[in-house]
């Protein structure tokens, strides 16, 4: 039985990103839950709080700041993943991906580093990007669904320190993952 319906929320310029991603984002959810209990909701005018001395957003802050500002509601039993285009960090990194509170289950995604070459100049072409997309929801999915870091390199559940390996995991779960999954989701 699947108890979770899941919302992404774009927020701020993000909103622009929704087309782009909006299959694969859709994709990865739906290894999760039913098509149906996906919905897509935009926040254009979100004014996320950017963090001067590093021109970033703290995702803590995003998880709080959520809770004061947003309009969009998160209902029992939901699954909240916010989209961002800032950059992003947390406390001890220099940037992250996209992070999981797994108690409240949100997830905060950034997309900035996903749409960029290594150095953070150029834009990767729209299919690496949307790969990228798509392992980082299934990522972090995973932990909002109890799983942790996986020492498996191939596995999405490795945790990814750039986005070299983001390329280089696979937009999958290992067999250990997908069987500590199982039970928890529908496929
Ligand atoms: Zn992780
Ligand atoms: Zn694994």
Known sequence: MNLYSIKFVFLGHAVYGLDEIKEDALASAA?????????????????????SSRNQVNAEIIFDYIDRFSTISQEPNEIVIYIVDQDMYI?????????????????????????????????????KYRERVFKEIMHELGHVYGLGHCK??????SF????????HKLPMFCRDCLDKLSGQIEI
């Open 160 to 167: 990814s320190k750039s986005i070299l390996e983001v390329d």
């Open 91 to 127: 406390r001890g990194m220099n940037f992250i991906f996209g992070v999981a509170n797994t108690k409240k289950k949100r997830i905060v995604l950034s997309l900035y580093r996903l749409k960029r070459g290594y150095y953070g100049e150029n834009m990767v072409d729209v299919q």
């Open 152 to 157: 498996d390199k191939n596995c999405v559940m």
């Open 31 to 51: 290894f999760f839950v039913n098509e149906d209990k996906i919905k897509f909701y935009t926040v254009p005018d979100a004014n996320l709080p950017i963090d």
